[in-house]
């Protein structure tokens, strides 16, 4: 098989009452069982359809931020925990510090 030509590897039996918009995982393990890979898709029922995605609930997060700089810029590594049941989606991280007694978001 050449490099990047897609092969059908498997076939995937849907359940009947899926909710429009869902999600999938997918893991590729070697012959040893080590996670080689994995992808993580939304799938729309029908064209699609992902709108219910909009109105999924919306989570604070926990979890671990790393602050480092060198003489030309600093690096934050996030590391977010989900410790809720919901899906956390496109989560997108703000960083906040109190001045003055009140907190400031830059933006």
């Not at 012959?31 to 609930?57: A, I, M």
Request: net charge positive; aromatic share 8%; with cysteine.
């Amino acid at each position: 098989m050449a490099a990047n030509q897609p092969v059908r590897g498997f076939s995937i039996r849907w359940q009947e009452k899926l909710s429009p918009a869902h999600f999938v995982k997918l893991e590729q393990h070697n012959r040893e069982g080590k996670l080689l890979s994995e992808n993580f898709y939304w799938r729309g029922v029908k064209n699609e359809d992902l709108q219910q995605l909009g109105r999924l609930p919306r989570l604070e997060l926990d979890g671990q931020a790393k602050l480092s700089r060198d003489a030309n810029r600093a690096l934050v590594t996030v590391d977010p925990k989900n410790s809720t049941a919901a899906v956390a989606l496109m989560e997108k991280p703000r960083f906040a510090r109190v001045l003055r007694g009140r907190r400031y978001c830059p933006p």
